[in-house]
């Protein structure tokens, strides 16, 4: 069975660098042609899909986040990554790590950007 | 991008009773290859969001049968033929076929 788990930080100081990786057992990241998620769930706007990365690197970004955002994957441990620069109140929310984009979520994280 | 209206954005059901969640897409999700990139998600109260419905019509694994998927080009339904009490939360349609993927605003279900 195909889980993943998010691990990261739960308190963020605004202006700093939010990172959360996501550990997938159960399947090989590489075993097949899928892409590999982020999503988060904000007060502010509800449900979003933040950035995916396939297994060779290649990726892609929400337009609205992409100037502080990086996604990486390190296929040795079998997990993905995530980073965040320059975190405000707004980033403030649950983040969910999905293989593909759609099944299954991870159980997520909750992430709060406070002083 | 792709915007994603989904209607109505709360529904009361009475159990036994169906219930149907709609979901218009600004453009047509129809990919070349024939299907359509358009997935459906209930999420309880406290939990991620669970896959029911991938590319319109496919009900994913461990999913009732009560639940279904239909529509093409710009319209999805996603029905209820017989509503449960575990049917309770929000349901959400997400556009998977073009970045940014973006989901609807949501439907809240709750029992009468």
Known sequence: QVHLQESGPGLVRPSQTLSLTCTVSGTSIISADYYWSWFRQTPGKGLEWIAFIYHSGSASYSPSLKSRLSISVDTSKNQFSLTLASVTAADTGVYYCVRGSGYPWGQGTLVTVSS | DIVMTQSPPSLSVTPGEPASI????SQSL????????????LQRPG??????????????SGVPDRFSGSGS???????????????????????ALQTPLTFGGGTRVEMK
């Open chain 2, 73 to 95: 080009g710009t319209d999805f339904t996603l029905k209820i033929s017989r509503v449960e009490p575990e049917d309770v939360g929000i349901y959400y349609c997400l556009q």
């Open chain 2, 22 to 25: 709609s979901c218009r897409a």
């Open chain 2, 30 to 41: 129809l990919n070349h290859n024939g299907y359509h990139y358009l997935e459906w998600f």
């Open chain 2, 47 to 60: 939990q991620s969001p669970q896959l029911l419905i991938y590319l319109g019509s496919h009900r994913a």
